[in-house]
Nanobody, 122 residues
Framework: QVQLVESGGGLVQPGGSLRLSCAAS????????IGWFRQAPGKEREGVSC????????YYADSVKGRFTISRDNAKNTVYLQMNSLKPEDTAVYYC???????????????WGQGTQVTVSS
């Protein structure tokens, strides 16, 4: 069964850090570009970061550039999103998804995980 599972979310104070994981089962993750997206209540889903399958090129939304880092560990079949200097506006459900190309366009992603909640609050 092809499945993506996100983990690592939680409640953190402003300025804190979290590391999200996106683990794949039933298929090999390194054949795909992986994107991280987030959706806050009442807002549209937005692209946060993505990493290519070929040369591991990375891309970030302007709102997270310099604070978030995406990486992949092919041996563990997992992609990570390290989130530092978190802000209240980063609060959202975070999803990972697979695509044939690294893009911030959610429409080009196929398999999606169930999401993990990130809450940044004092």
């Amino acid at each position: 069964q092809v499945q993506l599972v996100e983990s690592g979310g939680g409640l953190v104070q402003p300025g804190g850090s979290l590391r999200l994981s996106c683990a794949a089962s039933g298929f090999t993750l390194n054949y795909y570009a992986i994107g991280w997206f987030r959706q806050a209540p009442g807002k549209e889903r937005e692209g946060v970061s993505c990493i290519s399958s070929t040369d591991s090129s990375t891309y970030y939304a302007d709102s997270v550039k310099g604070r978030f880092t995406i990486s992949r560990d092919n041996a563990k079949n997992t992609v990570y999103l390290q989130m530092n200097s978190l802000k209240p506006e980063d609060t959202a459900v975070y999803y990972c998804a697979t695509s044939s190309i690294a893009t911030m366009n959610a429409r080009l992603y196929g398999s999606w995980g169930q999401g993990t909640q990130v809450t940044v609050s004092s």
